[in-house]
């Protein structure tokens, strides 16, 4: 009797890296955190910089960047190096996927710890869009600067698992346009968004 090809989605499944104990002991971390929505926000940054950035000593934000990049969260820059002693960092992209029924988080406390930090950032993200839409509303600030966004749609659980993979690809798509790497200017047409895609089903 033949072996079952794997069907697609399966495929895809299969190639989903979830943090190992490290990363998500890494990922707890506030000044770590920190440290790397800097990176994104900047693109790249030498220790020093990033020190006062963050009001940190900067042997202190070294220790912690090497601590990232030994993970492999950070990537070293040389060809943004002024010399050979010259360390420059910026993000690797990678997903942060904590765990699943069939791969369990590999450090449970880790992973319940990943998770409260993650839904206080994200109870954050959403009091700061509110307190701007405020403003956007009465047509105080013109920008489109954030999107606060709640409906319903019915669908089964395997349509709303397609709905979910169809938004991390669009948001794919328009990441890759940009490398995690690029240097963002402050006055310039890009802006670093925050984003959180939110849902829950009736049985939550």
């Given amino acids: 009797m033949g072996e079952k090809e794997p069907s697609e989605r399966e495929s895809a499944a299969a190639d989903v890296e979830y943090m190992t104990s490290a990363k998500l002991k890494a990922y707890a971390h506030p000044l770590r955190r920190q440290l790397m929505r800097v990176l994104s926000r900047e693109g790249y940054g030498r220790a ?26 950070l990537e070293e820059a040389p060809e943004l190096a002024r010399d050979g002693r010259d360390r420059v960092w910026r993000l690797v992209p990678s997903a942060l996927n904590v765990g699943s029924p069939e791969h369990p988080a590999e450090d449970r406390d880790a992973g319940l710890a990943v998770l409260t930090v993650f839904a206080a950032e994200q109870r954050e993200l959403l009091e700061r869009v509110s307190a701007w839409s405020a403003k956007y509303v009465t047509g105080e600030d013109p920008q489109l600067r954030g999107m606060a966004m709640a409906g319903t749609v019915r669908v089964t659980r395997e349509e709303f698992r397609e709905l979910s993979e169809r938004v991390q690809e669009a948001i794919h798509e328009f990441a890759e346009r940009r490398p ?10 890009v802006h670093v968004y925050d984003f959180a895609f939110l849902a829950a089903d009736e049985t939550i």
């Fill in 48 to 73: 020093a910089d990033l020190a006062r950035i963050v009001g940190k000593p900067a042997n202190q934000v070294s220790f912690h960047l090497r601590a990232l990049s030994e993970i492999g969260w």
């Fill in 180 to 189: 995690a790497g690029m240097r963002i200017e402050p006055d310039g047409d």
